[in-house]
């Protein structure tokens, strides 16, 4: 019918019943309107959680990023000691090099001398000292013809230009037998009673099956 409308009744036992003339349009509207608000309140409600879930994950990357800065503010720090080390302790050696196989000198005497006799390379170096105990690994390459094999010698730089002899977990983590290329990865306890800041650096030693050192380099060390 033209003029229909809805009554809407309120009853409760301790009053009198209400009612409530509604058109028919007017029940649409509110039908639509209560449709609407419950869409708007679902998008209103998906994008709060998305911002959220994205408010937390950059929160994350810049704690990510802060520590990488951090990390990286310190390595610098360290490769800047090392060279003030080295710049002191290298006036001693001709151009920071020893003669090709020359027997290992006194810890306090090399720790920045690098002897290179051109047999042996060290590439893709990582060295961490976490909670007293030292883990390292490197490629080990042969440049030479032939196999080659010997020993490898870890030693402690510390801040003073000192160096410590690290003894392995496994001593047959530093030993080598290679045609072309080795992986090395050993690791080891720190000396008892050093602070982490006292560790510096870590110079490694490769030695030939006479027991002559063919590769000596000192590096920063991470962790």
């Known amino acids: ?17 209400k009612s409530f003339r509604v058109s028919p349009r007017r029940l649409k509207l509110l039908l639509w309107a209560s449709a609407g608000l419950g869409v708007l309140v679902l998008i209103i409600l998906v994008v709060g959680i998305r911002s959220f879930v994205g408010y937390r994950l950059l929160l994350a990357e810049r704690r990510n990023l802060e520590l990488s800065l951090a990390d990286a503010q310190v ?10 080390m080295k710049a002191m302790g290298g006036a001693g050696a001709k151009d920071g090099k020893e003669p090709k196989g020359e027997k290992a000198r006194p810890a306090e005497g090399r720790a920045f ?31 030479s013809s032939g ?17 410590v002899e690290l003894a392995p977990t496994s001593e047959s983590d530093l030993t080598y037998q290679i045609s072309r290329f080795k992986r090395i990865s050993a690791s080891a306890r720190l000396p008892q009673g050093l602070a982490r800041r006292e560790a510096l650096g870590l110079r490694v030693e490769i030695m030939n099956s006479n027991g002559d050192v063919i590769l000596g ?6 962790g």
């Open 217 to 222: 380099q000192t590096f920063a060390l991470g």
């Open 113 to 143: 001398v690098k002897i290179d006799a051109g047999s042996m390379a060290v590439d893709n170096f990582r060295a961490q000292a976490t909670g007293g105990a030292l883990s390292v690994a490197f490629d080990l390459n042969n440049k």
């Open 147 to 163: 196999s080659a094999s010997g020993d490898i010698r870890l030693l402690l730089l510390k801040s003073d230009g000192g160096l």
């Open 1 to 17: 019918m033209k003029n229909a409308s809805y009554s809407v009744l309120f009853m409760r036992d301790d009053t009198d019943v």
């Open 75 to 84: 390595a610098m720090e360290r490769l800047g000691n090392i060279e003030k």
